[in-house]
C-alpha cells in the first residue's frame, strides 16, 4: 500500500506493552492493521500479534536481555512491524499517557521539555506513568526522528466545573494539585464522538457513559463533554473493579495505619491489587469467571459492583441535574448483558428499561422501546482516538521535535 501513512499506538504498562499500527490516508479512513502486544516484560516476554481481521499473525517468546528489556523489546518490535508495513510509512507513534495534570488538555507532540513536564508528575500515578514515559525514551534512543505525540487519560476531564475538581479540603492542598483528575478520557472521548453519529438527537444530551472493564470509571457528560467522573486523584475512586474497591471511608485507611501498623506500600497492595472482585470474591477479579461460578462469593461480588454502578449514575446524574441517555462500554460494559441487565434494574426509577432481547443480543440500543432514557451498548476505542489525535497533530505541525532523545 503505496503512499500510505502508518502510526504506531503504545499502551505501555508496568509488565506489558500493547500496540497497534494504523494506516490509511487521512484520519477518516483510519484502520487498525496489525494489533498485538508483548506480555511478561521482566519475566518471561511472550510477543504477540494480529492482523485486521484478527487472524494471528506471530506468537514466540522473546529471549530476556536484562538491563534496558523495555528498549530491547521496542526495538525488536519496530524491525518487526517494519518488515510487515507493504509500503506504508511509519510516520509517527502515538502513547496513551496517564497523566496529563493540570498542563495539557490536550494531545501534545513530545519534546524534552514536554518529557520534564510529564516526569514531574509521576508521583501522582506512579505505578503508570513511569512505564508510559520509560517506552517514549526507549523509542526515542532507537528512533529518534520518529515524532512521538502523548494522549492523556485525563485531558478529556479539564471541561469539568470546579465543584467536580475539587475536594472539600484546606486550598493549599488543592493548589498543590491534590484534586479530581479523572481517567478512561480517551475512552469517553471516543463515545462522545460516537454517540451524537448513532443517534443525533443525543448530539447535546446528558449522558452518563459507564467504562466497565478491570478499571472501571463513569463519566456525566454534556454535549459531548466531561462534567464530572467517578475516579479521583487516582485510578482508585468510584466503583469496585476488579482488584480494587471504589469509594473506600478514608477512615478505614486510618484504622489500619493505626491498629494493623499497614505503612504505604501495604496499602497500596491491598487497594490496587487486593481488593474489588478479587477481595471480595476470594476467587477471581473476571467478571466472566464470577458470572459463570455459583459459589455465593461470586454472587456478592457482582452484586456489589453493579450497586456501585448503579449508585454512580445517580450520582453523575444528580450532578448533570438530569439524564437523557446511559451509554455501557468496556469489556463488562459491552460483553456483560446480565450486569447491564442488572444495573439498568436499580435505575428504573429514573426511567431506564432495557429490553431483554437487544440486551441479550448485544444490539447499539438495548433500551426497552417505552424507556424514558435510551440505553446503547458502544464499543470503545481508545487506540483509534489515539491515532487519530496523533496524525492530526503531526498535519498540524510542519515538524514535531526530531530531537526528543536523551531528554533525561
Ligand atoms: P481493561 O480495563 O484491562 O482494559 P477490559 O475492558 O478488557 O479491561 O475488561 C476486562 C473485563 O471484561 C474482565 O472482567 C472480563 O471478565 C470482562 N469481560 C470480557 N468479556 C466478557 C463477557 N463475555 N462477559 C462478562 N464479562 C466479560
Redesign the pocket.
Known amino acids: 500500500m503505496p503512499n500510505r501513512n502508518a502510526c504506531l499506538v503504545v499502551n505501555a504498562g508496568s509488565s506489558s506493552l500493547k500496540f497497534s499500527v494504523f494506516q490509511g490516508a487521512g484520519k477518516a479512513d483510519l484502520e487498525a492493521v496489525i494489533t498485538g502486544q508483548i506480555s511478561g516484560i521482566g519475566t518471561e516476554p511472550l510477543f504477540e500479534a494480529k492482523d485486521a481481521a484478527r487472524r494471528p499473525l506471530a506468537k514466540e517468546n522473546l529471549a530476556r536481555t536484562g538491563h534496558g528489556e523495555r528498549a530491547a523489546m521496542l526495538g525488536f518490535l519496530l524491525n518487526w512491524i517494519a518488515a510487515r508495513l507493504d509500503g506504508a510509512k511509519l510516520v509517527a507513534a502515538g502513547h496513551r499517557v496517564v497523566h496529563g495534570g493540570t498542563l495539557f488538555a490536550a494531545p501534545v507532540a513530545l519534546t524534552p521539555a514536554v518529557l520534564t513536564e510529564l516526569e514531574a508528575l509521576v508521583p501522582l500515578a506512579p505505578l503508570h506513568q513511569p512505564h508510559n514515559l520509560a517506552a517514549i525514551r526507549a523509542l526515542a534512543e532507537a528512533y529518534p526522528e520518529l515524532p512521538q505525540v502523548a494522549c492523556f487519560d485525563t485531558a478529556f476531564h479539564q471541561t469539568q466545573p470546579w465543584q467536580a475538581q475539587t475536594f472539600a479540603i484546606p486550598r493549599e492542598l488543592t493548589a498543590e494539585g491534590v484534586r479530581r483528575y479523572g481517567f478512561h478520557g480517551l475512552s469517553y472521548e471516543y463515545i462522545a464522538r460516537r454517540l451524537p453519529e448513532i443517534e443525533p438527537a443525543l448530539h447535546d444530551a446528558r449522558v452518563v457513559v459507564c ?6 470509571s463513569l463519566c456525566a457528560m454534556r454535549a459531548g463533554r466531561s462534567q464530572d467522573t467517578s475516579m479521583g486523584f487516582t485510578a482508585l475512586d468510584g466503583v469496585p ?2 482488584t480494587r474497591p471504589g469509594v473506600l471511608d478514608p477512615g478505614v485507611l486510618i484504622y489500619l495505619m493505626r491498629e494493623k501498623g499497614y505503612g504505604a506500600d501495604e496499602l497500596e497492595k491491598l487497594l490496587y491489587h487486593k481488593s474489588g ?1 478479587l477481595g471480595v470474591s476470594g476467587l477471581s ?7 459463570d461460578s455459583d459459589d455465593p462469593r461470586a454472587a456478592e461480588a457482582v452484586e456489589l459492583f453493579c450497586h456501585g454502578v448503579a449508585k454512580q449514575a445517580a450520582a453523575l446524574a444528580a450532578s448533570m441535574g438530569g439524564l437523557d441517555a446511559l451509554v455501557f462500554t ?10 447491564r441487565a442488572r444495573v439498568a434494574e436499580k435505575l428504573a426509577w429514573l426511567g431506564v428499561a432495557l429490553d431483554a432481547a437487544a440486551n441479550r443480543a448485544k444490539a447499539t440500543r438495548v433500551s426497552a422501546a417505552g424507556s424514558r432514557i435510551p440505553v446503547f451498548v458502544i464499543p ?1 476505542d481508545e487506540e483509534r482516538m489515539i491515532a487519530s489525535h496523533t496524525l492530526d497533530l503531526l498535519s498540524k505541525t510542519s515538524r514535531i521535535a526530531p530531537d526528543i532523545v536523551r531528554a533525561a
Open positions: 467504562h466497565l472493564g478491570n478499571g472501571s473493579m476488579g472482585l477479579n473476571d467478571m466472566r469467571a464470577l458470572l468496556a469489556g463488562i460494559g459491552e460483553h456483560s448483558a446480565p450486569v470503545t
